[in-house]
């Protein structure tokens, strides 16, 4: 299996789904936009991840390789390739098939549960109630095609899939306790006191519990999205 990362800043990872591609035997390759911008022919690739960052996918001025990051996301699309997209990722690929990225209604930091949705056909089953870890200000519409997954208190579009093998979290279910340590240490200046943000030790004490659920969630969701 040929695994393509989309890596936007060097401390979001791709947590716990490094043993599951590893399980896999899957050669994982990365574009790392913060040292290259190169793309491959994703006629070449079997499963794209597109992890997440503290950018929108509105600073194309900025961050000029929005652009072909996001048509890279449109033509993996349109060859039926598995597309996971998390937090940023997510937007990205809402963003890419045409959806709107907005500032939220609240801003979600820390440990949150979501609720999925009951939905017919051929969908990801989310398990309902489960704490999950957020970091995000932005939200999205559902892009033409979408089922909504799952949603919450804070932000209604938690999660969705198109077609078989598209899927979208806003929430983070490869978090583990070093890579939640790592984004609290390079953005703990946006912990600000609101209604959906927790503090640093809260969250540090909840991911030494939480990882554990919501990495085995990762895992059914990558067997899915390939299977």
Same mark, same amino acid.
């Given at each position: 299996?040929?695994?393509?990362?989309?890596?936007?800043?060097?401390?979001?990872?791709?947590?716990?789904?490094?043993?599951?591609?590893?399980?896999?035997?899957?050669?994982?390759?990365?574009?790392?936009?913060?040292?290259?911008?190169?793309? /491959?022919?994703? !006629?070449?690739?079997?499963?794209?991840?597109?992890?997440?960052?503290?950018?929108?996918?509105?600073?194309?001025?900025?961050?000029?390789?929005?652009?072909?990051?996001?048509?890279?996301?449109?033509?993996?699309? !349109?060859?039926?390739?598995?597309?996971?997209?998390?937090?940023?990722?997510?937007?990205?690929?809402?963003?890419?098939?045409?959806?709107?990225?907005?500032?939220?209604?609240?801003?979600?930091?820390?440990?949150?549960?979501?609720?999925?949705?009951?939905?017919?056909?051929?969908?990801?089953?989310? /398990?309902?109630?489960?704490?999950?870890?957020?970091?995000? !200000?932005?939200?999205?519409?559902? /892009?033409?095609?979408?089922?909504?997954?799952?949603?919450?208190?804070?932000?209604?579009?938690?999660?969705?899939?198109?077609?078989?093998?598209?899927?979208?979290?806003?929430?983070?279910?490869?978090?583990?306790?070093?890579?939640?340590?790592?984004?609290?240490?390079?953005?703990?200046?946006?912990?600000?006191?609101?209604?959906?943000?927790?503090?640093?030790?809260?969250? !540090?004490?909840?991911?030494?519990?939480?990882?554990?659920?919501?990495?085995?969630?990762?895992?059914?969701?990558?067997?899915?999205?390939?299977?």
């Amino acid at each position: 299996m040929n695994v393509h990362v989309l890596q936007h800043v060097p401390f979001e990872g791709i947590g716990s789904m490094e043993c599951w591609l590893a399980d896999q035997n899957a050669n994982t390759r990365y574009t790392r936009f913060y040292e290259s911008t190169k793309l /491959p022919d994703p !006629r070449q690739i079997d499963l794209v991840i597109a992890m997440g960052g503290p950018m929108s996918v509105n600073d194309e001025r900025e961050h000029p390789w929005l652009a072909s990051e996001k048509e890279f996301i449109r033509q993996s699309t !349109r060859l039926g390739l598995p597309v996971i997209g998390i937090c940023l990722g997510a937007q990205l690929i809402a963003n890419a098939l045409g959806a709107r990225v907005y500032p939220g209604s609240h801003t979600e930091i820390g440990w949150f549960p979501v609720e999925a949705l009951d939905t017919d056909g051929d969908v990801f089953q989310l /398990p309902s109630g489960v704490p999950v870890f957020q970091w995000h !200000r932005e939200t999205f519409d559902l /892009p033409a095609g979408a089922v909504r997954l799952a949603g919450s208190e804070a932000c209604e579009n938690q999660a969705f899939q198109i077609g078989r093998n598209i899927v979208g979290l806003q929430f983070h279910l490869e978090t583990t306790p070093e890579s939640a340590a790592l984004i609290l240490e390079n953005c703990r200046g946006e912990l600000v006191q609101g209604e959906y943000v927790q503090t640093e030790p809260a969250i !540090r004490e909840i991911s030494k519990t939480a990882c554990v659920e919501i990495n085995q969630i990762m895992d059914d969701l990558l067997s899915y999205v390939t299977t």
